[in-house]
Structure formats: C-alpha cells, structure tokens
C-alpha cells in the first residue's frame, strides 16, 4: 500500500512540474519559410487573442538557421496592428554568431536554434486580436538558409493590477 501511494505521488509531482513549466507560456507558433528563399515580401502572420489587460509579459523571437547560413545576423521587420487598427512598426537585429563564424545558438544536427528578446515588460493596452506580420529585413531579396521564424509570448509572473 505504502508503494503504491508512493508512485502515485510522485507520478502526481511530476505531472505538476510539467504542467508548470510551461505555464509562463501564453502564445507560440512558428512558421517555416523557403529555405532555399526567403523573399523580402513573403510575410509571416501571426495572430493573439488577448483578453487580459492586466497581465505583463516578454515578446521573444525564435529562429532556426541552417549552418550553412551565410550571415552572422539577420534582421526582421515586425507590424503589431492593434484590436482598434492602430499599427506599431518594429525592427529586430538578431545577432546568429560571432565575427568567426561560431554560433550562438543551440546547435542540433544542421539547424541552430536561438531566441531573442522582442519586447519585455509589456502590457496589452486592450483586448481583442492582435495581428504581428513580420519579414526579413536583410538587404538581399531572398535570404537562404533560415528554416523558421516563431513569435513566443511569456506571462512575466506578475501582474500589473499589483503595482
């Protein structure tokens, strides 16, 4: 009986703990792009419905790269168009390696996959949809050798009713 109480327990805890790993997390999504190409006017949407205007969160940006990528950094440009049409402009510089060509990233197999801070400490000023469109902003037309782009979105922990 005890055994068995025992395994339940912890089958109990450890059921909690994942759960609880990724409570933090409010919105994830990738989307792939044409690895051989990514055009400059291929866009990626990403929508959020938001219904709490208390909670404070972190805006991060998720890329895997080839190692085969030919730049140490790429850049994206980011529109958040607002519940009430408004429309935020934003460019990120991910930096992907350092000035010799090692990675910064997680490296696994071919890909590398690295995270970047958007925005911290955000608010959303109203609820509704959220609409972020983002695309490359290298100078080439087409950039090869990216295989995804997410948007993640984290609870900081505190809400903003408390301050």
Known sequence: MNRKFGLALMAACLAWLWQSCDSKVYYTAERDVD???WNMNDRLNFDVDVEDTLQIFDFYIDVRNSVQYPKANTFFFINTTFPDGSV???TLECPLADV???WYGKRTGRYVDSRFVFRRHVIFP???RYH???WHGMR???VTGLKSVGLRIEKFGTS???K
Do not use: I, K, P, Q
Request: aromatic residues 10%; negative net charge.
């Open 140 to 142: 080439d037309t087409n």
């Open 132 to 134: 972020f469109e983002l």
């Open 100 to 102: 010799e060509g090692h």
């Open 35 to 37: 690895e051989s190409g």
């Open 160 to 162: 903003a009713a408390g």
């Open 88 to 90: 935020a402009y934003d």
């Open 126 to 128: 109203r609820s509704g």
